[in-house]
Antibody, heavy 118, light 110 residues
């Protein structure tokens, strides 16, 4: 079965950067796209971007495109989300999710809590 | 791109039905058939419930159904069970190759 195992919780200071990883198993890594979605405490879901692992092509929402970078390493079936110039309102649970081509989010990682605090 | 609009809450009695709306625009819900729905229980990751407006992934009970009319999509949960209580989110692919979510609907089973 598909498993997406994410890296552990992070605590960062404002202005710093964070990297969250997402290791995939149970399917051919090049066979699905990877999205990143975040959820601030008590809030809804926010789409952060998508990467096509086989080509490295990415797309981001305008609200985050100057601070978020998505990459992937095919050799270890792992996707990464880098977020720079962190602010307190970036405090959230960050999820990776696969997209098998139906423009949706079919399998999800367990989430990674990133806390931004001085 | 604005988020999709969902009612903040909905409720229904055990065994009854509840329908959640998800209103977008002609740039997302109304234009593309790529509307999906997710269920989230407290402290858990979202779970995929529906794709292509009305298609259920394997393992999702047929008590869950989806539809669309114009710029609004709907998720109906029939035969409500206690475990259906939780938050529900819609999502749509949109113009300029982006994805948008609804604000979420908290479903209470009475």
């Amino acid at each position: 079965q598909v498993q997406l195992v994410q890296s552990g919780a992070e605590v960062k200071k404002p202005g710093a950067s964070v990297r969250v990883s997402c290791k995939a198993s149970g399917y051919p890594f090049t066979g699905r796209y990877i999205h990143w979605v975040r959820q601030a405490p008590g809030q809804g879901l926010e789409w952060m971007g998508r990467i096509i692992p086989v080509t490295g092509a990415t797309i981001y929402p305008q609200s985050l495109q100057d601070r978020v970078t998505l990459t992937s390493d095919l050799s270890i079936s792992t996707a990464y989300m880098d977020l720079s110039r962190l602010r307190s309102d970036d405090t959230a649970i960050y999820y990776c999710a696969t997209d098998g081509g139906n423009h949706d989010f079919d399998d999800w990682g367990h989430g990674t809590l990133v806390t931004v605090s001085a | 791109q604005s988020a999709l609009t969902q009612p903040p809450s909905a409720s229904g009695s055990l065994g009854q039905s509840v329908t959640i709306s998800c209103t977008g625009s002609s740039s997302d819900v109304g234009r593309f058939g790529y509307v999906s729905w997710y269920q989230q229980h407290p402290g858990k990751a979202p779970k995929h419930l529906m794709y292509y407006v009305s298609q259920r992934p394997s393992g999702v009970p047929d008590r869950f159904s989806g539809s669309r009319s114009g710029n609004t999509a709907f998720l109906t949960v029939s035969g409500l069970q206690a475990e259906d209580e939780g938050d529900y989110y819609c999502s749509s692919y949109a113009d300029t190759d982006i994805w948008v979510f609804g604000g979420g609907t908290k479903v209470t089973v009475l």
